[in-house]
């Protein structure tokens, strides 16, 4: 089984502070970890993804995320957000044979000017 | 540019209808899925398809059926629909090079559906 928590609903950042969304796992062997962005009546795209390797995965748009095994955590972060971060961000778990995607709730991300 | 259409942005259909969403993709995937969104449920699974004329049930099958006669093409059928499908419907694919898991999904713009 694979299951992802992201526990905050929404994520509340003014602009140019850091921006962090959270994300918590659990599976069955050893994860590959995705983070998607989900803009207003949109599909989602995808900004990074974990396999292997480096701990730390840089992505799309100045977002990077942290794999941490120990705490089970790949948390999305930005250095300084920007108002046209504003979205709805998604978590999603997959591991090796498994052709599904376990997807988070999702956090709402509102970055005030 | 690799590229997810979805037949329809707004679709409005009477209870009992049968609805067709209609999923296309432009990057010769081998996996195609159908995932329904509703607020503070994220993602669910309704369907995906692996090959041409393969299907597996994901996780909120029922009250749906799926097409998939050609490779770029996949189709979300609501036989007889009902208000509690009215929600937003996302198509994706997905490549199986290197190993199906490793690989991001694509996903469309999304279909919302309203059932009256």
């Known amino acids: 089984a694979q299951s992802v928590a992201q526990p905050e609903d929404q994520v509340n950042v003014a602009e140019g502070n850091p921006l962090t969304v959270k994300c918590t796992y659990s599976?069955?062997?050893?994860?590959?970890l995705f983070w998607y962005v989900q803009y207003p009546n949109r599909g989602l795209q995808f900004l990074l993804k974990?396999?292997?390797?480096?701990?730390l995965v840089k992505g799309s748009y100045g977002f990077e995320a942290e794999f941490n095994k120990s705490q089970t955590s790949f948390h999305l972060k930005k250095p300084s957000a920007l108002v046209s971060d504003s979205a709805l961000y998604f978590c999603?778990?997959?591991?090796?044979?498994?052709?599904?995607?376990?997807f988070g709730k999702g956090n709402q991300v509102v970055v005030i000017p | 540019d690799v590229k997810v259409t979805q037949s329809s942005r707004y679709l409005v259909k009477r209870t009992g209808e049968k609805v067709f969403l209609e999923c296309v993709q432009d990057?010769?995937?081998?996996?195609m899925f159908w995932y329904r969104q509703d607020p503070g449920l994220g993602l669910r699974l309704i369907y995906f398809?692996?090959?041409?004329?393969?299907?597996e049930k994901g996780d909120i099958p029922e009250g749906y059926s799926v097409s998939r006669e050609k490779k770029e093409r996949f189709s979300l059928i609501l036989e007889s629909a009902s208000t509690n499908q009215t929600s937003m419907y996302l198509c994706?694919?997905?490549?199986?090079?290197?190993?199906?898991?490793?690989?991001?999904?694509?996903f469309g713009p999304g279909t919302r559906l309203t059932v009256l």
């Open positions: 990057m010769d995937h081998e996996n």
């Open positions: 974990y396999i292997t390797g480096d701990n």
């Open positions: 999603a778990v997959s591991f090796h044979g498994n052709n599904r995607l376990a």
């Open positions: 994706a694919s997905r490549s199986s090079g290197q190993g199906t898991s490793l690989n991001e999904q694509f």
């Open positions: 398809s692996y090959d041409v004329k393969m299907k």
């Open positions: 599976v069955s062997g050893n994860p590959y």
